[in-house]
C-alpha cells in the first residue's frame, strides 16, 4: 500500500488494486461500442461506471495524500474534463483529444509519484491510456554515454512506457546548456517528436524541483508549449507532517505514546530547518529510526515483553536522534540527517 504523502520510486509502478493489471488493455468505454445516443437523449454521468472508477481513485487520492488541496482540485478537474469529453463523444460531438502531458514541480516526499499512479488509474479507466502503468525513469535512463547512444535508449525508454505514462524525475537534469556535446538536447527533441505523434498512446509526466523546472521549460519553449498542465506540489506544513507520521506509525501496527508524539513534533521542527529536508520522506526515515531505538531500548529491557510495550514508541525512542544532540554523542554513531 502506497503510504501517505510518499511515493514508491520503482523503475515501474503499477496502479493500485482495483485498477488492472500491467499490460492490460483498457476498459470499455462504451462510446466506441455503442451506437451514438440521439440529440434528445440525457446522459447522467454519475451513474456510469466510468466516473465510479475515477471517484474511487480519487477516494484513493484523499486517502494516501494529507494536504495537498490544490494538487487534488486540480486533478478532479482533469478527471471532470475527460470526463466531459467522453460525455461528448457519445453524443457524436467531435474535438481534438484533450491534451494530457503533465508537470509536477514540487520537493522531495510531496508526493508527486503517488499523484502520477492515480492520474494513470483516472486515464485508463476513460481509455485515455491502455494500461495504467508508470514507467520512471531519470537522465541515465535516457542519455547515452556516446554517439548514438542516446536515441535507441530514449526510445526503449519510450517503448515501455506506450500505452501508459512515462514519468521522466528531475527532467531538467536533460538540459545542460554549459555543454554544449552534451546529449540530453537529443532526448528532449525525441520525446518533443514523440508527445506529439503519440498523444493517444504516451502520457509524459516531467517532474522535479520548482525553481528548475521552471527554468528547465523556459529554455525549451517547444516542450513547453506541448505540455498543458502544470501542477505545484507544495511543502508539507509542520501539522500536515504531524498527520503524516501519525498515519505512517498506525499502519505499521504502531503508536506514539503522548511524549513520544511531542517529541516527533519537537524533532519536526528542527528537521525542517536543516539542509536536505524532504518532507514526508524525512518523516519515514525518521520513523524508521525511532523503531530502530525502541527495538534496541525493548531488547536491553532483558525482561518479558508485554504488546503494549512492542506497539509503543517512546519520547527516548524520538530524542534519541542526533538532532538533539548535545554534543555528547561519540564519534562512532553517526546518523544521517534524517537522524
Known amino acids: 500500500m502506497s503510504q501517505p504523502g510518499f511515493g514508491h520510486y520503482r523503475a515501474e509502478q503499477q496502479a493500485s488494486p482495483g485498477a488492472v493489471a500491467s499490460g492490460g488493455a483498457a476498459p470499455e468505454t462504451g462510446d466506441s461500442a455503442e451506437a451514438l445516443l440521439g440529440d434528445d437523449a440525457e446522459l447522467d454521468l454519475a451513474r456510469d461506471e466510468a466516473t465510479a472508477r475515477v471517484e474511487r481513485t480519487l477516494a484513493s487520492l484523499d486517502a494516501e495524500l494529507v494536504g495537498l488541496a490544490p494538487v487534488k482540485l486540480r486533478v478532479r478537474e482533469i ?192 528537521r525542517m530547518q536543516r539542509p536536505q529536508f524532504s518532507n514526508a520522506r524525512s518523516v519515514r526515515n525518521a520513523v524508521e529510526r525511532s523503531r530502530l531505538r525502541q527495538a534496541r531500548r525493548l531488547v536491553e529491557l532483558d525482561r518479558a515483553l508485554t504488546r503494549n510495550d512492542l506497539i509503543t514508541l517512546t519520547a527516548t525512542d524520538v530524542y534519541g536522534s542526533s538532532l538533539f544532540d548535545d554534543g555528547s554523542r561519540s564519534a562512532d554513531s553517526p546518523e544521517t540527517p534524517d537522524g
Open 79 to 270: 478527471a471532470s474534463l475527460l470526463l466531459v469529453d467522453r460525455a461528448r463523444r457519445q453524443f457524436g460531438l467531435v474535438s481534438s483529444r484533450p491534451t494530457l502531458h503533465m508537470s509536477f514541480a514540487g520537493g522531495p516526499g510531496t508526493g508527486k509519484t503517488t499523484v502520477a499512479l492515480r492520474m494513470a488509474e483516472i486515464l485508463y479507466a476513460l481509455g485515455y491510456i491502455r494500461t495504467a502503468r508508470v514507467h520512471t525513469v531519470t537522465r541515465d535512463d535516457l542519455v547515452g554515454q556516446f554517439i548514438g547512444h542516446t536515441a535507441p535508449k530514449t526510445k526503449e525508454a519510450i517503448a515501455r512506457a506506450a500505452g501508459g505514462v512515462l514519468f521522466v524525475d528531475e527532467a531538467y537534469y536533460l538540459f545542460r546548456p554549459e555543454n554544449e556535446r552534451d546529449y540530453g538536447q537529443e532526448v528532449i527533441e525525441i520525446l518533443l517528436t514523440e508527445m506529439e505523434n503519440e498523444r493517444g498512446d504516451l502520457v509524459v509526466v516531467f517532474a522535479g524541483y520548482p525553481d528548475r523546472m521552471a527554468t528547465f521549460f523556459g529554455a525549451n519553449p517547444g516542450l513547453s508549449s506541448r505540455v498543458p498542465h502544470h501542477i505545484a506540489f507544495d511543502d508539507y506544513t509542520h501539522p500536515e507532517l504531524v498527520q503524516i507520521a501519525d498515519l505512517m506509525v498506525a499502519e505499521e501496527n504502531f503508536r506514539f505514546d503522548d511524549q513520544a508524539r511531542e517529541a516527533f513534533s519537537d524533532y519536526l521542527t528542527r
